[in-house]
């Protein structure tokens, strides 16, 4: 059977550790002067991005040409979907030419799962699905913990996480919280009432682990890591704020904050940044952040993900 990469949530403690440890062996592959290695020659990933996107439709391009499979790239507006075709008669055209991927980023979310119930000849990768999931964000972020706390000796569990702004709408959130529930972390979420998922303390998934607040301040302190999530204006059906200037003056994470509530703490955030309302520029360009190593590490993790889902009976060494 057919495996994909459809969510966080699916995932167990094991396999998360994983895709962790083999894409630390690709972060070295993107070190070195010839970024290239044969492991997915023969094989055929069609990135179909019929979202926007720019970190996760480049790293997975880059992703694929450094394992030397075909890379194929489309988007929306260069796609038959803007004559009327439907996603199912897209995707099944594509896998008509047999790749052995199609990576999927699509603005409903449960449209990754709905690919891979139909389409049974090739792995299908959720590169981020409406509100629901964004895995290899997760991962990516996993990753760079893994190498910052490994920096100063120590792992990735047992952290006390704080994630900060449009949680309501935001995959990153919800695959990080799944992360993070099987790392063992404390996760805040902070947010205004309005920016989180409508009866967010019942939402068994999270886990007992997961902690409200809708002060800034209280839900910084004493985090280890601050997640800053960009407002995703783009998916707001409703007035969610009052004003962009009324949250920023509440929520926006700045280093006179953080110097307070969070002084040990590092931050990220998945981009793209909206500077001055959700993070300031100090923050963002400043000694905390390890917003470009997330970049940097999308590659390495999506590589990653490639090699288990395309290489069939590739083992691990012969790559
Ligand atoms: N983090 C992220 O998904 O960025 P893009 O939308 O640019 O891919």
Sequence with gaps: MRRHLLGIEQLDKEQLYNYLDNAKSFVEVSNRELKKVPALRGKTIINLFLESSTRTRASFEIAGKRLSADTINISGTDSSVTKGETLLD??????????????????????????AKH????????????????????????????????????????????????????????SNIFAHKLLDNEIH????????????????EFGPKVKIFHSLKA?????????VLRMQLERQTDNFVPSLEEYCANYCVS????????????????????????????VADGKRSIIERQVTNGVAVRMAVLFTLCAGNITQEEK
Excluded: W
């Design 255 to 282: 280093e006179r904050i953080l110097s307070r509530y969070a002084p040990n703490s590092i931050v990220m955030h998945p981009g793209p940044i909206n500077r001055g309302i959700e993070l300031s520029s100090e």
């Design 189 to 204: 979420l902070v947010a205004p009432p309005t920016l989180l998922p409508p009866n967010v303390e019942s939402i068994k």
């Design 119 to 174: 389409l049974k000849n090739c792995a299908i990768i959720n590169a981020g699905d409406g509100m629901h999931e964004h895995p290899t964000q997760a991962l990516l972020d996993c990753l760079s913990l893994r190498q910052h706390f490994a920096e100063r000796e120590k792992g990735i569990e047992g952290l006390r996480i704080a994630i900060v702004g449009d949680i309501r709408h935001s995959r990153v959130a919800r």
């Design 90 to 115: 897209t995707a099944r055209n594509l896998q008509a030419m047999s790749p052995d991927a199609i990576v999927v980023r699509h603005r409903e979310s449960g449209a990754a799962n709905f690919l």
């Design 219 to 227: 839900g910084l302190e004493g985090a280890d890591v601050v997640m």
